[in-house]
């Protein structure tokens, strides 16, 4: 079955690094989105991608934040300049469609901010 | 603004015994969907089962199932025969329609622990 793959499994970074977190999606989904999971708590949702460019983001995207489609299979998110509240569980998701078609996740990027 | 609220922060359950996991949430809309995610220690975001809001009948996937009340606006899950593989934190999750993103808005978790 096709799986949404993310890379690094783990990222350790200085405050301060600027940090890109890769993701393969599912070869003909359409539709992108990065959350975030901090330790212990819920997954909260950061940003969904469409047609190249950015359909909704959440009050946590801020101007630290950007993605990026840079080629025909991966979706990045960078985070400049990272602080130690960065520190999380990124998920990337994809989905084939819209209107109710469930998100697959990849397996998540630890990053930890030092 | 949906919500979705998961009162039960950790259950536990004998091993081939039945456990109900609540959610419920908040809404305005009337066309939806909900689900259930599964993160095991691994940490994977696994799905368990989706319900559609416009459909009355409760969705089924082999030991789990949903008790989907609309009106009250409550979303349980039920895992029969409980198995020690199903140890993981359980996240309830909601999709909206209008907002043409199509975004989760997922509650706080229930930590389950099946117990031998």
């Known amino acids: 079955e096709p799986e949404v793959t993310q890379t690094p499994s783990h990222q350790v970074t200085q405050m301060g690094q600027e940090v890109i977190l890769r993701c393969v999606p599912i070869?003909?989904?359409?539709?992108f989105y990065w959350y975030r999971q901090i330790l212990g708590q819920k997954v909260e949702f950061l940003v969904s991608?469409?047609?190249?460019?950015?359909?909704?983001k959440s009050e946590i995207f801020d101007d630290q934040f950007s993605v990026e489609r840079p080629d025909g299979s991966n979706f990045t998110l960078k985070i400049r300049s990272t602080k130690l509240e960065d520190s999380a569980m990124y998920f990337c998701?994809?989905?084939?469609?819209?209107?109710?078609?469930?998100?697959?996740f990849g397996d998540g990027t630890r990053l930890s901010i030092l | 603004a949906q919500t979705v609220t998961q009162s039960q922060p950790e259950m536990s359950v004998q091993e081939a015994e039945t456990v109900t996991l609540s959610c419920t949430y908040d809404?305005?809309?009337?066309?939806?969907?909900l689900f259930w995610y599964k993160q095991p220690p691994s940490r994977q975001m696994i799905l368990v089962i989706r319900?559609?809001?416009?459909?009355?009948q409760n969705a089924t996937e082999n030991r789990f199932s949903v008790n989907f009340q609309k009106a009250a606006k409550s979303f349980s899950l039920k895992i029969s025969d409980s198995q020690l593989g199903d140890t993981a934190m359980y996240f309830c999750?909601?999709?909206?329609?209008?907002?043409?993103?199509?975004?989760?808005?997922f509650g706080t978790g229930t930590r389950l622990k099946v117990l031998a």
């Open positions: 809404t305005s809309e009337n066309n939806y969907y």
């Open positions: 998701a994809s989905s084939e469609a819209l209107g109710g078609q469930p998100q697959h």
């Open positions: 999750a909601f999709m909206g329609l209008t907002s043409g993103t199509y975004k989760y808005i």
């Open positions: 319900q559609e809001a416009y459909k009355q």
């Open positions: 991608f469409y047609n190249n460019e950015i359909s909704e």
């Open positions: 070869s003909n989904h359409l539709y």
